[in-house]
């Protein structure tokens, strides 16, 4: 698969503190982050997870009062689920 998420990773390197990746395209967006961060000096701790409950768990045990957390789907996340609600429903 050849997707391009270069503009993503520079959107994530110059924003976030924190990554947390899970699904098929996740090693792709970590190598493209990892040589924004190797470019800008920029540091940003980055998780890998299985599931998106588990992307939950660790954003609430990384983040602190005041953080923003944007459960950010790319591509083919939306195939595992009906619609958006039924997303949110399970991490409920």
């Known amino acids: 698969n050849n997707y391009n998420y270069n503009k993503l990773a520079t959107s994530i390197v110059n924003s ?3 990554l947390i990746l899970e699904g098929e395209n996740s090693e792709i967006i970590e190598e ?3 040589e924004k961060l190797r ?3 920029n540091k940003i701790d980055i998780y890998k997870s299985n599931t998106l ?3 939950v768990k660790i954003a609430q045990k990384v983040s602190v009062k005041g ?3 944007l459960l950010s789907p790319t591509t083919t996340y939306y195939t595992k689920f009906k619609n958006y609600e039924e997303m949110g429903e399970s991490i409920n």
Do not use: L, N
């Open 16 to 18: 976030c503190k924190v």
């Open 32 to 34: 493209q982050v990892k």
């Open 39 to 41: 470019r800008t000096g």
């Open 53 to 55: 409950e588990e992307s």
């Open 67 to 69: 953080d923003v957390i």
